[in-house]
């Protein structure tokens, strides 16, 4: 099979190459899935766990790509929930290879049904995105109804599912990003939106959730803004501020099958649309990840035609 792996860390997209591999085996309680669209975030390759296994021990080469759309074409023994020919979508472990390949053996438990009127292309975008909006807002944010939100980054391929499930949820949403993202992020729902570049961000006022993906300066002028009680959530690793009379989460995203499928109903019935900014194909995608130009939204790599 066609696979992308990486060997140097210090090479960055540039260290990628497309190679021949050959297919994996289901373990147990894993499957193995024929991957139609897989997502891939450039800090992958910054990640430990592209490069070593949980014992710290190499693991190049290594096949990047965590999200992904496909079908099932083998069960490992044990494996329950799942059956050969579905369509499903999901997130597989950091410290496996992973999505950036024409087949990949993964958990069970990290994948979900794909209901078959949404796109595979639609299907990879979600898990990662859809994931960490869902978890930062409701079990780490535990948002409410009426509360205010400041998402940073909001016409991103995350602030832009934070938007949309923070204004579902009854939230009031400030969006941030640069001036061109502007009108993007109202599209996506923002309620107003903040230009960090040419805008006073203390001009927001006090807000109960801030969502950062960041850091640095801005993290820590929006841990003052944060009223009372409220939450600090970040996906940049530990933060550098804390909310005077509030909490500071930073968290990484993890698969919850029933978290997916919440995500993905809400995309069928129109309440959440995806942020694809660029789609490619697998022959293509060493080219597509090191393109100089900054694209918009979630890259996704169509794996099959």
Known sequence: MKAIVVTDQTAGT????????????????DVVVQVHASGFVPTELAWPST????????????????????????????????????????LADWYRDGTLAEYVAMEARNLAPLPGDVDFTVGASLPISGLTAWQGLFQHGRLQAGQSVLAH?????????????????????????????????LDFGANEFVDLENDALESVGGVDLVFDVIGGDIQKRSAGLIRAGGTLVTIVGPTEA???????????????????????????????RTNIGNVSALDDAVATFNATERRAGKTVIRVRP
């Open 51 to 90: 490069w070593t296994d949980r014992r710290d021990r190499d693991r190049t080469p290594s096949t990047p790509g965590h999200e992904l759309a496909g079908v099932v074409t083998a069960l490992g023994y044990g494996t329950t929930g799942l059956s050969v020919g579905q369509r499903v979508f999901g």
């Open 242 to 272: 804390r909310p005077a009379k509030g909490l500071a989460v930073d968290f990484v995203v993890e698969s919850d099958r029933a978290e997916l499928s919440e995500i993905v109903q809400r995309v069928r019935d129109g309440r959440l």
């Open 14 to 29: 540039a260290g990628m190459k497309l190679v021949e591999q050959p297919v994996p085996q289901a373990a147990i309680n």
């Open 153 to 185: 980054g909001a016409a991103g391929a995350v602030g832009s599912m934070v938007t949309q499930l923070a204004r579902e949820a009854g939230a009031y949403v400030i969006g941030t990003g640069r001036a061109a993202d502007r009108q993007k992020a």
